[in-house]
């Protein structure tokens, strides 16, 4: 079920981390929480997906943390962008993903470190909060787009509402590359 | 109070209501005569999806207040339901009990289903002059997001779109 209202604003562009070709004919975008346990069990799935579907999808992931609820989340969202800025978003992105329970602070600089960062840099650009305004842009870029929850997806533009188990997302993309080449 | 079979649309006065929001205090819509108020309606409190739609409301809350806007929240939970339930959430807006009679409130605005004995998922903006100006009724099941109601407030409150 796609709900019309709710449609992602902006399209995904060049500003965006994604894995995958812009030539996919499908993109899955989601808004995620680092701390957030539903996220989680999005990460593998996603994952699984990414595997399933190959070159016919791209994957595009957009800061949505609940502060109120997940005190480490903001931080967590920052951390992954300044690894973004020294070239390992992704790489951050699966290690906070796969740490959940440890997103303390010392934790992120200990990742940072793993992922050979020059972690001088890192720690200054989280502490400086160097990349808040760039989460907070994807924050209320969700908001305008209709994210209701987290993990919110929209595939092609158009919010998924239909859950994020694996075979819903399988339907899901299957529906919309076929929309798109029969278009 | 009679109840419409759907919910009030734009256009229409707002039902004036008070509810309790704590046990010792209650809330009334008359209060916040002069500015915009937004009331979410929502089945119940406690659940169980994380990062749902008050906790996306409170979140969103700052851009909200920034636009002069107040946020109600209302459920027939009774106070002390709301009052645990707004604490382990952090929720920065008041939740109002509709309580006694259960759901009048819920009904006078068309938010009320019977065959559940709760709240639906709508969302009413009114204006300072106590008018609805925009509503939305979420189908079942989907969470609304605050997209509708933050395009529908931006609409009604004149600003320089660059401030922040």
Redesign the interface.
């Not at chain 1, 609940?66 to 609820?69: A, I, K, N, P």
């Given at each position: 079920?796609m709900?019309p209202?709710?449609t992602l604003t902006p399209p995904v562009g060049p500003r965006d981390h994604a894995q995958g070709s812009a030539d996919a004919p499908v993109t899955l975008v989601e808004y995620g929480?680092y701390e957030?346990?539903?996220c989680g069990e999005a990460y593998g799935i996603v994952k699984q997906l990414q595997a399933d579907e190959g070159s016919r999808l791209r994957f595009v992931f957009r800061n949505?943390p609940?502060?109120?609820?997940h005190p480490f989340a903001e931080k967590a969202a920052e951390a992954a962008e300044a690894a973004g800025a020294q070239g390992k978003f992704w790489e951050m992105h699966d290690m906070l993903y796969e740490h959940q329970d440890a997103l303390e602070p010392q934790d992120l600089i200990a990742y940072a470190t793993e992922l050979g960062l020059d972690v001088e840099r890192f720690t200054r650009d989280l502490d400086a909060g160097t990349y808040a305004e760039r989460v907070r842009e994807d924050?209320?870029s969700g908001?305008?787009?209709?994210?209701?929850?987290?993990p919110?997806f929209f595939i092609n533009g158009r919010?998924l509402?239909a859950g994020f188990d694996l075979e819903t997302l399988e339907t899901a993309v299957n529906a919309a590359a076929g929309s798109r080449r029969g278009a | 109070m009679s109840s419409p079979a759907t919910i009030l649309p734009a256009g229409t006065p707002a039902p004036d209501f008070t509810l309790h929001s704590t046990p010792d205090e209650t809330v009334s819509l008359r209060d916040f005569r002069g500015k915009p108020v937004i009331l979410v309606f929502y089945p119940a409190d406690w659940s169980p999806v994380c990062g749902d739609e008050l906790e996306l409301f409170n979140e969103v809350l700052p851009e909200f207040q920034r636009l002069g806007a107040q946020v109600l929240g209302i459920s027939v939970d009774n106070v002390w339901s709301h009052d645990a339930f707004a604490r382990a959430r952090h929720l920065h807006f008041p939740l109002l009990a509709d309580f006694e009679p259960k759901g009048a409130v819920s009904r006078a605005y068309g938010a009320y289903r019977p065959e559940d004995g709760v709240s639906a998922r709508a969302i009413f903006l009114i204006d300072g002059t106590g008018v609805i100006r925009w509503s939305y009724l979420s189908p079942v099941g989907v969470n609304p997001g605050a997209n509708g109601v933050l395009a529908a407030l931006e609409n009604l409150v004149p600003q320089d779109a660059n401030a922040s």
């Open positions: 079920m709900d209202t709710a929480d957030c346990p539903f949505f609940l502060t109120q609820s924050f209320m908001v305008r787009s209709g994210v209701n929850g987290t919110t919010r509402d | -």
